[in-house]
């Protein structure tokens, strides 16, 4: 896991508009996707993307705002309504990946972004 200085560095280098970029291509594959798409309610999707946004700025340096919407993260309890297997997690991630090749999210932030989000993946494992 990246270190706290490291993880804040982010934001100041990408910016919102980096995250958006980011977590857009991340959600544009989500609904095609056949074992990610069913688990995200449909209706739903817009306000998916920007809780996943809001977290991923507050967690790499940026404004607090999932805390003040949504209070402390549990990602893990937050999660336990889906069935996360490894091979959902590994899809997870590819989805990930793709995202930031897609976003041009520059080499050096990318080697900070790439472990948090693949081991908080593992995290989510629960089935
Ligand atoms: C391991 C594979 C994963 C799967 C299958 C998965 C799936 C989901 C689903 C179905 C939702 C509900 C969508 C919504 O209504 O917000 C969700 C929410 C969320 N996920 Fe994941 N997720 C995974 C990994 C991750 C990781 C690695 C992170 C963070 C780096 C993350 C961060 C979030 C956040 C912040 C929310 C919204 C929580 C809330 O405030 O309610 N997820 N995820």
Redesign the pocket.
């Known amino acids: 896991m990246p270190d706290e200085a490291a993880m804040s560095s982010v934001y100041p280098v990408i910016g919102e508009a980096g995250f958006v970029r980011l977590v857009a291509a991340f959600y544009r594959q989500v609904p095609t996707d056949e074992l990610?798409g069913p688990?995200?309610?449909p209706g739903?999707l817009a306000?998916?993307e920007k809780?996943?946004r809001d977290?991923?700025v507050y967690r790499f340096g940026g404004p607090q705002r999932y805390i003040e919407e949504?209070g402390h993260?549990r990602?893990r309890m937050?999660?336990a309504p889906?069935a996360?297997s490894l091979v959902?997690?590994d899809r997870?991630v590819e989805l990930m990946d793709r995202a930031i090749m897609e976003a041009r999210i520059p080499p050096p932030v990318v080697a900070i972004m790439q472990p948090f989000?693949a081991e908080?993946?593992t995290f989510?494992?629960n089935s």
């Open positions: 990610l688990m995200y309610p739903e306000a998916a809780r996943l977290f991923l949504r993260p990602l937050r999660h889906f996360i959902a997690r997870w989000l908080t993946a989510m494992v």
